[in-house]
């Protein structure tokens, strides 16, 4: 079974990308980063990530995150992060990256913050 | 229950998950609870990734060397490489502004924080070794 599963679902033009599974060194993080690749080569550069189904996720996976979020802001674009778990919350405080994402519990308030 | 478990496992990306797996095992003999159990099995993942990748450097020549140990201290975890060796302390603060939106450097990070007791040792058969400890296990 893959590590990861990413959904994208358009909801105008921001491209909902709903991860489930795990973020971590090897395919989940390799396929996170491809996930990025082809939405910014699409031209799709205003990206909401769900982390609500993320189980588990390390070192390598924060680090994909952030990597994902300077490529899409090197294109002009915004990543914004949605229905952080405990955990991921948790790593994100002690790394001091709540201080760089924007993040949201709520679907529609992380949408129209786009606008 | 196991007073220790001791392992060899090869510089391959699925080692990180095998040395995980056997962490949890060690863990419930141990009868130890879930904040542990996820504690530890971060700490061990983030070890045994960088022995793979930055000691071993995917090696197949070389083997992760991992021991898991039931002590008065509480649960000792030592996992050695066989790569040069590096200096801890002059591994950048993840934390530090100026590297916050690099893509690496955060494992160390994670294993200090999650675990009470982290050191770094050259092995004096070569290697490094990093040795983790959480203090006082209540069942």
């Not at chain 2, 801890?88 to 160390?108: F, H, M, Q, S």
């Amino acid at each position: 079974m893959a590590d990861i599963t990413i959904s994208e679902r358009q909801a105008g033009d921001v491209t909902i990308l709903d991860l489930d599974g795990k973020v971590t060194i090897g395919e989940g993080s390799v396929a996170l980063r491809n996930a990025i690749r082809r939405l910014l080569g699409d031209g799709k550069n205003k990206i909401l990530m769900n982390l609500g189904g993320v189980g588990y996720i390390d070192s390598s996976g924060i680090g994909e995150l952030v990597s994902s979020f300077t490529a899409v802001n090197k294109e002009g674009g915004t990543l914004k992060l949605l229905n952080l778990t405990q955990k991921i919350q948790d790593l994100l405080a002690i790394t001091k990256l709540l201080t760089v994402f924007d993040v949201y519990e709520d679907e529609a308030e992380a949408l129209a913050s786009y606008n | 229950m196991n007073e220790s478990i001791e392992l060899k496992l090869p510089s391959v990306i699925g080692s990180v998950d095998e040395a995980a797996s056997q962490a949890e095992s060690f863990v419930r003999s141990c009868g130890l609870g879930d904040d542990v159990a996820s504690a530890i099995d971060l700490a061990v993942r983030e070890s045994v990734a960088n022995a793979v990748k930055h000691g071993n450097k995917f090696d197949p020549e070389k083997m992760v060397e991992l021991k898991f140990l039931r002590s008065p201290k509480g649960l000792e975890i030592f996992v050695r490489d066989f790569g040069p060796g590096f200096a801890p302390e002059e591994i950048p603060d993840p934390t530090n502004p100026e590297n916050l939106l690099k893509a690496n450097g955060r494992g160390i990070l994670f294993m200090r924080s999650f675990m009470d007791e982290v050191e770094w040792s050259n092995h004096d058969d070569g290697g490094m070794v990093v040795k983790m400890i959480k203090w006082q296990l209540s069942q």
